[in-house]
């Protein structure tokens, strides 16, 4: 069975010490030969310019191929093309197109007066200029203010229609929830490439946290066993054991592809992606 193409998202640092550890995620992963790596943005667009460094830095010193997430957040529609225009001024030319979260102490998104009001019409005014390829999220339960599975999958399509060229999960737990998205997605008429989004659970209780957030059903089996585990010391084998038997699912089930969410900690991921067979290659040269 042929080995996955692998992608992997990081988030910007906030302070010296995350830069090194952003540094440290990138050559510790960096020899797998990655199709592509993204970096986040803050929630609200808290980390905008973090972001644009984070992705500029990356982008000119370790030749992988870097996407940005861009969101409709807190910018006009001016200002948000102006940041994609440096961006492919700077060779960067990937772009994950998102609504972004509410601001915190916000409970609803709202548009800026002037900004991009979804991130269909961000899709499409970026498709306009001919000069990014355009990925896109996908929540294979649906997202949490979608009124149906069925309404999120419509609006994925639009998504893939205002010029996207393939999506990315939110993170689940069983394989089977994946084949019956991507199933329900090619009834929808969606046609582009749906690559599954993993997570390596670093910290239990953050992962049970952001899985309530996004609307991720957590199996009974893996709370029992997390909770074994946390008290036998043994989080990490179960984390690396769990997302293996994930990965080797979806590639028996005819995945390509796997992007793996690092949390800027990158052994787990590492660990899993030679545990799957991924050889690594060339490091890449220390900052000067």
């Excluded at 193409?5 to 995350?18: C, D, H, I, M, Q």
């Excluded at 960067?92 to 800026?112: C, M, Y």
């Excluded at 992007?259 to 900052?287: M, S, W």
Aim: with cysteine; aromatic share 8%.
């Amino acid at each position: 069975m042929p080995s996955p193409a692998v992608s992997f998202e990081f988030f910007p640092p906030k302070s010296l010490s995350g830069s090194f550890r952003l540094w440290d995620c990138v050559n510790t992963l960096a020899p797998l030969d990655p199709r592509f790596v993204s970096v986040t943005y803050g929630a609200g667009g808290t980390t905008r310019q973090l972001t644009h460094e984070a992705v500029t830095t990356i982008h000119d010193t370790s030749g992988l191929t870097v996407a940005a997430h861009l969101t409709c957040v807190d910018a006009t529609k001016a200002e948000t093309l102006a940041i994609a225009a440096d961006y492919a001024k700077g060779g960067v030319t990937e772009i994950v197109a998102l609504r972004g979260d509410a601001p915190k102490g916000a409970t609803n998104f709202e548009a800026q007066p002037d900004g991009f009001a979804s991130s269909v019409d961000l899709i499409a005014a970026l498709a306009e200029t001919g000069q990014f390829n355009i990925r896109v999220g996908a929540y294979p339960e649906k997202h949490p203010e979608a009124a149906s599975q069925a309404d999120d999958i419509a609006f994925l399509k639009r998504k893939i229609d205002a010029g996207a060229t393939s999506a990315i999960t939110q993170f689940f737990f069983e394989a089977d929830t994946f084949f019956r998205f991507r199933d329900a997605c090619v009834k929808a008429g969606i046609d582009a490439p749906i690559i599954p989004g993993i997570l390596p659970i670093e910290n239990w209780t953050g992962a049970q946290k952001f899985a309530a957030r996004c609307g991720t059903s957590i199996p009974q089996v893996v709370v029992d066993a997390f909770t074994n585990a946390t008290r036998d010391g043994t989080t990490d084998l179960l984390a690396t054991a769990l997302a293996t038997e994930l990965c080797d699912d979806l590639i028996a089930g005819g995945v390509e592809h796997l992007h793996f969410y690092t949390l800027n900690r990158p052994e787990l991921t590492r660990d899993i992606c030679h545990a799957l067979g991924l050889a690594p290659k060339a490091q890449l040269q220390n900052v000067a």
